[in-house]
């Protein structure tokens, strides 16, 4: 079993820089891929990024290419989105992720989710 809380959720101004962390605790959690996903008010949740379980794969939506990195910690069990040059189309709800062998960018394929953080971009 895995537990998922999520920090660093704000309100910023289009064009700023924000950090969502992900701490995960239980017994296999370093074992799991882990993926960010996200949902706009009006709007079905979509993927945003993934990282595999050894960090050797990374996936990205084509709407964040460029401006938003994965990375994670193993040592500290936590996985991080670093989101650049913010949109206001960025503005969601943001949800992290893990799963055992999770399709990259299927939700439904993800077992544990955070409670979600609120990122506001305003112009």
């Known amino acids: 079993q895995v537990q998922l809380v999520e920090s660093g959720g704000g309100l910023v101004q289009a064009g700023a820089s924000l950090t969502l962390s992900c701490s995960a605790s239980g017994r296999s959690a370093s074992s799991f891929a882990l993926g960010w996903f996200r949902r706009a008010p009006g709007k079905e949740r979509e993927f945003v990024t993934s990282v595999s379980w050894d960090g050797g794969s990374k996936y990205y939506a084509d709407s964040v290419k460029g401006r938003f990195a994965i990375s994670r910690d193993t040592a500290k069990n936590m996985v991080f989105l670093q989101m650049n040059s913010l949109k206001l189309e960025d503005t969601a709800v943001y949800y992290c992720?893990?799963?055992?062998?999770?399709?990259?960018?299927?939700?439904?394929?993800?077992?544990?989710w955070g409670q979600g953080t609120q990122v506001t971009v305003s112009s």
């Open positions: 992720a893990a799963g055992s062998s999770p399709y990259p960018n299927l939700d439904s394929t993800y077992a544990y």
